[in-house]
C-alpha cells in the first residue's frame, strides 16, 4: 500500500492574471465602443449600478468555483479572507473594461465629455459595470480552460 501525500491547492501565479487578461480584454471590446451601453449606463440609477457590479461578482464567483469543481475557494491563497484568484479576476474584469473605455476615448465620444467631470465620470463608472458582466466571463473561462 502506497501512502499519497495530500494533493496541494495550485497557487496562483501571474500567469493565471495573464490568462484572465486575455480573456478579460477580448470580451470586453465590443461592448465598450456600443453606443447603446453608453446609453443604458447614462438612464441606470445608483442601485442598478451597485446590483450590477454584485451580478458581475456572483458571475465571476460562480465561474471559478461553482462551474469548475477542481477548484475550493477554501484552499487558495486569501487576502483579508477572499481569494487571491478571485480578487484578481475581479480587477482583471473591471481593469480591462476601464482601461479600453479610456484608451478609446469612450466617455468623450458617448457621453460628450472627459471622464473628469463628476457626471461623466459616474455614468463611465457605470458602463464600465455594464462591460464587465461580458468581460467577467471571458476572464474566468480563459482562467478555467487555462489552468494546469
Not at 492574471?17 to 449606463?41: I, K, M, N, R
Not at 438612464?43 to 451597485?50: D, H, R, T
Not at 465571476?60 to 469543481?69: E, I, K, P, S, V
Request: hydrophobic content about 50%.
Amino acid at each position: 500500500m502506497r501512502i499519497r501525500r495530500p494533493r496541494r491547492p495550485r497557487q496562483f501565479r501571474v500567469a493565471d492574471s495573464a490568462q484572465q487578461t486575455v480573456g478579460g480584454f477580448l470580451l470586453a471590446g465590443p461592448f465598450v465602443v456600443t453606443q447603446e451601453v453608453w446609453d443604458l449606463a447614462v438612464s441606470m440609477s445608483a442601485l442598478q449600478a451597485v446590483l450590477t457590479v454584485g451580478v458581475v461578482s456572483a458571475i465571476g464567483y460562480g465561474a471559478l468555483y461553482t462551474a469548475d469543481t477542481t477548484r475550493d475557494p477554501d484552499t487558495e491563497q486569501e487576502v483579508a479572507g477572499v481569494p487571491i484568484r478571485f480578487i484578481s479576476l475581479l480587477l482583471v474584469s473591471f481593469g480591462s473594461v476601464a482601461i479600453l473605455a479610456l484608451l478609446f476615448n469612450a466617455p468623450a465620444t458617448f457621453l460628450g465629455g472627459p471622464p473628469t467631470t463628476a457626471d461623466v465620470a459616474w455614468d463611465t463608472f457605470k458602463a464600465v459595470s455594464v462591460g464587465s458582466v461580458f468581460s467577467i466571463v471571458g476572464a474566468a473561462t480563459a482562467d478555467s480552460v487555462f489552468a494546469k
